[in-house]
């Protein structure tokens, strides 16, 4: 089974600055997509990003923007310009393109913006 | 348009006790699952359905039912609550198409005394 690593269970960040939460991930597989989750306390999961395997360019969304590695397994966020509403725990998460269905997260990384 | 809707969102069970929580979406997706979520865990996944009729276990399987008659629905019955059950769930549902944008419901607190 494909396993995520999220290495930092806390991590913190001055407002305006930038910062980058650390994904690692195993798989046997060649394609596949990868994600990351956000949740505020409010508990609802949010969509920042996602990234296809096959794809070399790294995907961003506004402030939000990734780091993928694909040798390396390697799938890190960065959010530029920090706003008190990016605090949040963020999850990385793997999907396969060949079975599709089912989602490995990893353990979350809890986010703190210092005003 | 209600997305994923989950129903309770707090519920508190005595053990031995069963449940029902419920989930229902009307973008009719084909694939359903639910999680959940224990501190230090991440999500993981307890059942899934991939259409009408189709239902297949996840990760942590045990001690829960779920059946799909419906597109709509898919509910996840605890059939004797145990104290290990207490976690916040979560429902999602997204087409089949495994880039597609997976919805999640708010969750539902639950906690088995």
């Known amino acids: 089974a494909q396993t995520v690593t999220q290495s930092q269970p806390e991590m913190s960040v001055q407002e305006a600055e930038t910062v980058t939460l650390s994904c690692t991930y195993d798989t046997s597989e060649s394609d596949y997509y990868l994600f990351w989750y956000k949740q505020p306390p409010s508990r609802q999961m949010i969509l920042v990003i996602r990234?296809?395997?096959?794809?070399?360019q790294n995907a961003t969304e506004n402030r939000f923007s990734v780091n993928f590695q694909k040798a390396a397994k390697s799938f890190s966020l960065k959010i530029s310009d920090s706003q008190l509403g990016d605090a949040a725990m963020y999850f990385c998460a793997y999907r396969s393109r060949n079975t599709g269905n089912q989602f490995y997260f990893g353990t979350g990384t809890s986010l703190t913006v210092i005003p | 348009n209600a997305g994923v809707t989950q129903t309770p969102k707090f519920q508190v069970l005595k053990t031995g006790q069963s449940m029902t929580l419920q989930c229902a979406q009307d973008?009719?997706?084909?694939?359903m699952s639910w999680y959940r979520q224990d501190p230090g865990m991440g999500l993981r996944l307890i059942h899934y359905s991939v259409g009408a009729g189709i239902t297949d276990q996840g990760e942590v399987p045990n001690g829960y039912n779920v059946s799909r008659s419906t597109t709509e629905d898919f509910p996840l019955r605890l059939l004797s609550a145990a104290p290990s059950q207490t976690s916040v769930y979560f429902c999602a549902s997204s087409y089949s198409v495994p880039s597609g944008r997976v919805f999640f419901g708010e969750g539902s607190r639950l906690t088995v005394l």
């Open positions: 973008m009719n997706h084909e694939y």
């Open positions: 990234q296809e395997a096959y794809k070399q």
